[in-house]
């Protein structure tokens, strides 16, 4: 393999996991810690619920080793989802615009705003030389008969500078010419197309599974949500809506998978976003053994309790 394969779990304080995973009784101030002990990445999921307090950010890299990576998740609000004014920064509230549903209106001067909260934080990752990734999670509502690509070229040039991720939710985008056109402008962008293992099922918010397309050759970035169809389109949660246990053979064929991107792109990035239970971190750990990473996986929490 010609790229360093970098596997990780969305989120490491999920409910599930403390619940189904960490060992009992381990402090919250420990958790991301005891995380970095068993994997090199995480994608973090708390700052797509709010821009991350730069202290906390320093608080990470302190609690992690070096060259451990976090991909940062960018907020809903980035992401061209509804979002309630409680959920940005106190500063930015006060001078927030409506949209007839009582949302935040996505303004040039939100967005800039926005973007800045999220730099320092940023910033205090590179500086510590932990910083993988952006992830831009877009809406399923975010579709080409509504909206258009280039509107988030000001986004995308803002955090030009660091290594961007974008996931489109709204399989039209990739469906018949518009896949050209969307790749096009990807690269464009130097943007990362996110791939995703999910249902095999033509449903407009499930994305394809078999795109393999690499738009910018130093990251190749692959998000696994289950193949759980029903559980994907009915869900409520994100626990019922990922609720899935990979096997043994479905992460071998991942893990062949990842290898492939390998040889055309200078890092692979591989997420489990499978969050119910424990399924999402005991499948990154076999994914790390199939990849030769690890030797062994660890006993899974109800063997050991």
């Known amino acids: 393999m010609s790229a360093r394969i970098l596997v990780g779990t969305a989120s490491w304080s999920d409910p599930e996991f403390v619940e189904h995973w960490y060992p009992k009784k381990l402090p919250a101030g420990d958790r991301l ?10 994608e973090v999921n708390s ?6 307090d730069p202290r906390m950010v320093e608080r990470w890299c302190r609690s992690t080793p070096d060259g451990f990576v976090f991909n940062v998740k960018l907020h809903q609000l980035l992401s061209r989802h509804s979002t309630n004014v409680k959920l940005l920064p106190p500063a930015l509230q006060r001078d927030a615009e409506m949209d007839s549903k009582g949302k935040v209106k996505l303004t040039p001067g939100i967005e800039q705003a926005m973007i800045e909260e999220f730099r320092r934080s940023l910033e205090i990752l ?11 999670q877009l809406s399923p509502a ?13 986004l995308l040039g803002e955090f030009g500078e660091y290594r961007i991720a974008l996931e489109l939710r709204n399989r039209n985008w990739v469906k018949g010419e518009q896949l050209q056109a969307t790749l096009d ?5 130097s943007a990362a197309f996110v791939l995703v293992d999910a249902p095999a099922e033509e449903h407009f918010t499930i994305m394809p599974p078999d795109l393999n397309e690499i738009t910018n050759p130093d990251l190749a970035y692959l998000r696994l949500h289950g193949r759980d169809a029903r559980a994907y389109t009915t869900g409520k949660t994100v626990a019922s809506r990922f609720n899935y246990d990979y096997s043994d053979g479905e992460i071998r064929e991942i893990a062949r998978r990842a290898g492939e991107l390998a040889q055309e792109a200078k890092e692979v990035h591989v997420v489990f976003n499978n969050n119910a239970r424990d399924y999402a971190p005991h499948a990154a750990s ?13 006993p899974r929490q109800t063997e050991l309790f």
């Open 47 to 52: 700052t797509f619920y709010a821009a991350p």
């Open 142 to 154: 975010f579709s080409p008969k509504a909206h258009a690509l280039n509107e988030l070229e000001n």
């Open 286 to 298: 076999r994914m790390r053994v199939a990849l030769g990473q690890i030797i062994a996986d660890k």
């Open 126 to 136: 590179r500086g510590f030389g932990k910083l993988g990734a952006l992830l831009l």
């Open 185 to 189: 402008f990807l690269r464009a962008h």
């Open 33 to 42: 810690g005891w995380y970095a002990q068993q994997f090199e990445m995480v």
